[in-house]
């Protein structure tokens, strides 16, 4: 697969193709990408408040490897 993004100047573009693609079907798909303004932080924070109901504290948890390894259900 191949990607590239590019900022379209006029309504004409030339894209060039890396070798391997040369001599085979390829499929072109032109859409407009969205950028987000908001901070990499930012975003983090949203995705954050989001999920911040699923929330589980591990902290008192302990993982015993010999009763993982011993089970005999």
Do not use: H, W
């Not at 379209?8 to 060039?16: I, M, R």
């Not at 040369?22 to 932080?41: C, F, H, M, Q």
């Amino acid at each position: 697969m191949y990607r590239q993004v590019l900022i379209a100047t006029n309504n004409q573009l030339v894209l060039q193709l890396p070798n391997e693609m040369v001599g085979k079907r390829v499929e072109i798909i032109a859409k407009p990408i969205e950028v987000s303004t908001l901070s990499d932080k930012k975003r983090r924070q949203e995705i954050g408040k989001i999920f911040s109901d699923c929330r589980v504290s591990l902290s008192e948890y302990t993982f015993n490897r010999d009763d993982a390894n011993n089970y005999n259900g």
